[in-house]
């Protein structure tokens, strides 16, 4: 079922979400195909469970096209609970951002280029990858909505956040830099 998602100014966006304890559940099932039929519906390349009202340490991702992103290279259709974040590097990357609580804005958003994270999947098995460029963005910026933060509270230089349609005229996306 496609869930409404919340956006920006929702105070429970601001809530730091619970870990989930019970795995292999009914609930979790449903949960988790809410999420990725409203990831889908919107054409995201992630979605958090607070972003649809569920205060629970769970984010899915995955991108093998996606029109929002066209040059982004693909990243594995993943569900990640409880999440550990670990950057392999002080290296940053800047760049575009968008996001399905921040409709019709972009902004240019610092994240680690290498790292390496944790979890469990739906059932409960623990697994860990090490990535970099933007499957390691797509997962801090997931993650980032566990703790309470939306990505504009990381643009450094509101010069390069706005709305897509007055930052670049005519386009949906950034030109390619």
Not at 73 to 90: I, K, R
Request: glycine fraction near 10%; include cysteine.
């Amino acid at each position: 079922m496609i869930r409404e998602v919340l956006r920006m100014g929702d105070a429970r966006l601001l809530q730091v979400a619970k870990p989930l304890e019970r795995f292999g559940t009914p609930e979790l099932a449903a949960l988790l195909a809410d999420m990725h039929d409203t990831m889908a519906h919107l054409n995201g390349a992630g979605l958090a469970a607070p972003q649809i009202g569920v205060g629970l340490r769970v984010v899915i991702f995955g991108v093998q096209t996606n029109p929002r992103y066209p040059r982004a290279e693909a990243v594995p259709e993943t569900v990640l609970v409880n999440p550990v974040l670990e950057p392999l590097a002080a290296d940053q990357d800047e760049d575009w951002e968008g996001c399905l609580s921040v409709p019709g804005l972009r902004g240019v958003v610092p994240r680690f280029r290498y790292l390496r994270y944790s979890g469990r999947d739906e059932r409960g098995e623990r697994f860990e990858r090490t990535v970099e460029g933007f499957h390691a963005r797509v997962v801090q910026h997931e993650c980032d909505h566990l703790d309470g933060i939306l990505y504009p509270m990381r643009v450094r230089d509101f010069r390069r956040f706005g709305f897509i349609e007055e930052l670049f005229p005519g386009e949906e996306l950034p030109p390619e830099e």
